[in-house]
């Protein structure tokens, strides 16, 4: 991937800033005052309004994870969401979304926007019935590409690790129609769109993209404890970035499982049709309920496009403890990407969280990813370990105080990693009428 060192004008964006700066200095000011009014209402009644006021400092020893010219970063940041709902016995809308300020200093700063950063907005409608049920969903929302982040993918367990600058605009809308809930057959037809555009960047590696999906779902209630599933997938991707032109993919899975009285056994087959070729999975999986703790595993083998063949799986445990909660994860699956190339792709977590007293938690994670295009000789992995500590301190303020190391391994060049301190303060109130 390349690293860009294109500089948009930066007059624009602090103007842009200061005018989106005065405007929510504004709307907050009202927000506050009136929430403190307010915060006391009838928590029954009426449409609820929730929101947080999150101001933070963050210090990094290598932001970017730059393995040439490391440098520190300094950041302050002040970020308000709110969440906005109305519901009914039969139907909720809820509008929620946040927006950023910051200042920033030391290596990363001028590639940072100052000011207005990672503006989101999204709406979701839920529709209900006593055998049916509806869901529409959409989002836009923008964000910095200034530095090395993981970039998720709907649909997908991919990963990119960008090192480029400039601005990622991604929007779309899902909507799922469940029918018969109650019926020993159902049946859910689904379809949505997920689009990315990039701004203020001349790096070859980030092109526009648009995905529409299609899907229809069947489910089959042999007997009160067995059940079969047929799910059909259609999906077109298209990159401006490429030749290829539009990419059609089709999946279709089908699986049974069967309920027990600690848990269930499952056994699942699917092929997933590309540009590429077909791709085969075969699995089986059992799970464990116990008062304490929780088990699920899957064991199977896939079939890649080039006749391949990878053993594929899962693990999944949660401990509950005393005054705390242990949780790890495993997964070796082989997916498609984002532009719908193959990719082994596998997944290790754990973490621990424990009640020190009544109003402070302190936990510790690790994760790793490691990826691998399969014919082709790019592997790439990513590993965090994180610490934190949260404290209530009142009734609507909180800190949070968090501590991490990161770090990237790929075939082009050497590691580098990044060890970051941050420590947030936050507010939340609420609104009902």
């Known amino acids: 991937m390349g690293g860009a060192t294109y500089r948009p004008a930066r007059s624009r964006h602090h103007r842009r800033g200061a005018r989106w700066g005065a405007a929510l200095g504004g709307a907050l000011w009202l927000v506050l005052s009136g929430a403190v009014t307010a915060q006391d209402q009838n928590e029954n009644d009426g449409p609820a309004l929730s929101f947080g006021l999150t101001t933070g400092l963050i210090i990094s020893s290598n932001r970017g994870l730059d393995a040439t010219s490391p440098g520190s970063t300094t950041e302050l940041t002040t970020r308000l969401d709110f969440d906005l709902r109305f519901a009914t016995p039969i139907q909720s809308l809820t509008l929620s ?16 926007d100052q000011g207005i950063f990672d503006p989101n907005v999204a709406l979701d ?27 998720a993918i709907p649909d997908s367990a991919n990963f990119d690790l960008l090192t480029d600058s400039g601005t990622l605009l991604r929007f779309g809308a899902d909507t799922a129609l469940e029918l018969r809930r109650q019926s020993p057959f159902g049946v859910t037809f689904s379809a949505g769109y997920t689009g990315l555009r990039y701004f203020d960047t001349t790096s070859p590696d980030l092109t526009d993209q648009d995905r529409f999906r299609l899907g229809a779902a069947f489910r089959f209630d042999l007997n009160p404890a067995l059940q079969a599933t047929l799910d059909t997938r259609f999906s077109t991707f298209e990159d401006d970035g490429t030749d290829e032109g539009r990419r059609d993919t089709i999946a279709v899975n089908a699986g049974l499982r069967q309920s027990m009285s600690n848990g269930d056994i499952s056994l699942s087959f699917g092929a997933t049709n590309t540009e590429d070729g077909t791709r085969y999975t075969l699995t089986g999986g059992r799970s464990f309920v116990m008062p304490s703790w929780t088990f699920a595993g899957s064991l199977g083998i896939t079939r890649g496009v080039d006749g391949e063949i990878f053993t594929v799986g899962a693990l999944a445990l949660t401990h509950t403890l005393r005054n705390g909660l ?108």
């Open 125 to 151: 409608y839920t529709r209900q019935s006593r055998d049916a049920a509806l869901n529409v969903s959409a989002f836009v929302a923008q964000r910095d590409v200034t530095s090395t982040f993981l970039q």
């Open 326 to 433: 242990i949780n790890a994860e495993f997964e070796r699956s082989v997916v498609s990407s984002s532009d719908d190339i193959q990719q082994d792709i596998t997944t290790a977590r754990t973490s621990y969280s424990t009640q020190l007293n009544a109003l402070t938690t302190f936990n510790v994670s690790l994760a790793y990813t490691e990826r691998n295009d399969t014919g082709i000789d790019d592997d790439s992995s990513f590993g965090t370990i994180s610490l934190g500590l949260q404290r209530s301190l009142s009734r609507d303020w909180s800190m949070d105080i968090g501590l991490q190391h990161r770090i990237i391994k790929d075939s082009f060049g050497p590691d580098t990693r990044d060890n970051r301190l941050s420590l947030n303060l936050r507010r939340d109130l609420s609104i009902r009428r």
């Open 97 to 112: 979304g946040d927006i950023g300020l910051r200042t920033a200093n030391g290596a990363e700063s001028d590639d940072l």
